[in-house]
């Protein structure tokens, strides 16, 4: 096990809800990316927050937002569902910038999302 | 285009059976390679790197070839327990992100 939760596992909501998603990292690991897998795609980059800042975004509208807490865990929030927002939402953390970049990722077990 | 793109599955191969993936990507600039798998319902995990030069680990080989902007996987005498889904993941070096393919289903049958 990598150490990385995630709550809740699953969870259902209907179209226009707003979801939290929740991500502990990895003791002494100060950066997390947030991943959007969609069934039968690759994880899609959502945004990455390294010591509680932003650090870069991916192609997703400004109803994902984030934070990053001082223990370094973090919440993944999205407004407005949309029937598509319904993925495996998928958090890595990682020791440093650096290292998330390359293959020091440590992903949680996911939050399943399904929209309805 | 899609930044990167693997082979389109699922590969159904017979336990024994040498399997190999490919990968291409888009970006010239990119910097650094990885295959992750993905079990069902489960989160990636690292399977390895690929450096410039080739790398091994056991039934493992990862090949780049950076003029064609090319990544391989190779598999030999697959087992059962090599079933899941293969990503091949770029990172571009400009920034932090990991930019990762569709992946490609690999099933082995006894």
């Known amino acids: 096990e990598t150490g990385v939760t995630q709550s809740p596992t699953h969870l259902i909501k209907t179209r226009g809800q707003q979801v939290t998603l929740r991500c502990s990292s990895q003791?002494?690991?100060?950066?997390v990316s947030w991943y959007q897998q969609a069934l039968g795609q690759g994880p899609q980059f959502i945004f990455q927050?390294?010591?509680?800042?932003?650090?870069g975004r991916g192609n997703f509208p400004p109803r994902f937002s984030g934070l990053q807490f001082p223990n370094y865990s973090s919440e993944l929030n999205v407004n407005a569902l949309e029937l598509d927002d319904s993925a495996l939402y998928l958090c890595?953390?990682?020791?440093?910038?650096?290292?998330?970049?390359?293959?020091?990722?440590?992903f949680g077990p996911g939050t399943r999302l399904t929209v309805t | 285009r899609k930044e990167v793109e693997q082979d389109p599955g699922p590969f159904n191969v017979p336990e024994g059976a040498t399997v190999a993936f490919n990968c291409t990507y888009s970006?010239?600039?990119?910097?650094?390679f990885f295959w992750y798998r993905q079990d069902c319902r489960k989160e990636p995990k690292l399977l390895m790197s690929v450096y410039s030069s080739g790398n091994e680990d056991g039934r493992f080989t990862a090949q780049l070839n950076r003029a064609s902007q090319y990544i391989s996987l190779l598999i030999r005498d697959s087992k059962l327990s090599d079933s899941a889904t293969y990503l091949c993941?770029?990172?571009?070096?400009?920034?932090?992100?990991?930019?990762w393919g569709a992946g490609t289903k690999l099933i082995i049958k006894p």
């Open positions: 970006n010239s600039a990119s910097q650094s």
């Open positions: 003791s002494g690991h100060n950066t």
């Open positions: 927050y390294y010591r509680e800042e932003e650090n």
């Open positions: 993941v770029v990172n571009i070096g400009s920034n932090y992100q990991l930019i």
């Open positions: 890595a953390s990682s020791p440093s910038l650096l290292a998330a970049s390359s293959y020091e990722q440590y």
